[in-house]
């Protein structure tokens, strides 16, 4: 069975980083597009960003491009989420996702993961 369980979340002031990780387990995690969305109070799950399971190929929201960097390390079955430059506006809990199959490729639909994390809070002050 599938789990992915994620952690770094936390307070901190705008302008200030964080790394959130999500370790995962279940299956041969290479071989599956891997991604990170957020949540906020009263809003619909959005896109973060998405890598490969080679990490070629990565993908970030508009409202991060530059801010946050996605990796992996897949001998450690562990994606990251480098996150710089935090603004209030990013306050949301964090979760990572495992692609549906290995045909699928990095993606910003939540319709393309089949399984989650049960997620990690952000919150950034102003």
């Known amino acids: 069975q599938v789990q992915l369980v994620e952690s770094g979340g936390g307070l901190v002031q705008a302008g200030g980083s964080l790394r959130l990780s999500c370790l995962a387990s279940?299956?041969?995690?290479?071989?599956?597009?891997m991604g990170w969305f957020r949540q906020a109070p009263g809003k619909e799950r959005e896109f973060v960003a998405t890598?490969?399971?080679?990490?070629?190929?990565?993908y970030y929201a508009d409202s991060v491009k530059g801010r946050f960097t996605i990796s992996r390390d897949n001998a450690k079955n562990t994606v990251y989420l480098q996150m710089n430059s935090l603004k209030p506006e990013d306050t949301a809990v964090y979760y990572c996702?495992?692609?549906?199959?290995?045909?699928?490729?990095?993606?910003?639909?939540?319709?393309?993961?089949?399984?989650w994390g049960q997620g990690t809070q952000v919150t950034v002050s102003s």
């Open positions: 996702a495992v692609g549906q199959s290995r045909t699928v490729p990095p993606a910003r639909d939540v319709s393309r993961y089949g399984y």
């Open positions: 279940g299956r041969t995690f290479s071989d599956y597009a």
């Open positions: 890598i490969s399971g080679s990490a070629i190929v990565t």
